[in-house]
């Protein structure tokens, strides 16, 4: 089945791959094809119908960050699936004068967003801020309490720490641009579901794709497993580069669990250097 899905269909679609991928269902087109597996997810008729359109192109994405998974073993995908779009392909450049006015779109489009059930617990939706041409993004996980009453991310104590970091770098917060996989509070501070994560990543990527920054930092594990793709311990993944929609990325410790266990911050800092390597930086003299 090769037709194509309204936008609002395909991200129904996908947030739904996504949280049985993260609970380690990879061999979805062969499950999705039985009506009996599909029925326990969905009732959509029309959702379902176009299922397997989007399975194949989130397959496509799956084997370098699942190089040991089932798909091994999974059925060869259908010929259709070579003239499929790749979704998360990074959009054309955007010129850098445009890119202020391209985040506003986004943030736009995402509106009042009541696409997963965090909306119900927030006071502010936390979109992101920074500089839309900084070279350097941070990626975090989501709002805190400060960060939901004030609407911008990093902004308690998690946030002073994350300050100091940058300011080690010898850059200036408002010269990076920061955000979060989700946008809305999580109830009691707990880790997003796959299906929130997964609905509200799409925004972060388009963010991504406009600023189209040289290095991207994961901070912590939630951002590091939505930006690559697939979960790895944090310590397989810190001290050497990977790749995520066209920058460089390096995963380090989130600024609130460096405040529990200060003695990593040691750690953290060879990340940052990592990252000012590539960029070229130097820290300042002090
Ligand atoms: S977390 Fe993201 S997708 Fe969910 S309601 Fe908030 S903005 Fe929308």
Redesign the pocket.
Known sequence: MTQRLSPETEQAVRARIGYFRDLGVFDFYRRAVNPSFVTVSDTDSAVIAAIDTVTVTVREEIPAAHPDSALENAPPMPRAAASLPVLTEPAKSIAPKDRAAAIKAISDD?GN????A??KG?HT?VFGDGDPNARLMFVGEGPGADEDAQGLPFVGRAGQLLNNMIAAMGLRRDRVYIANI???RPPQNRVPEPI?AN??AP?LFRQIDVIQPEVLVALGATAATYLLGGKNPLAALRGRIHHARGAKLIVTYHPAYLLRDPRQKKEAWADLQLAMAELGLKAPAK
Do not use: A, G, S
């Open positions: 995402l967003c009541t696409r997963c965090l909306h927030r939706i989700v946008k809305c929130e609905t509200c925004f």
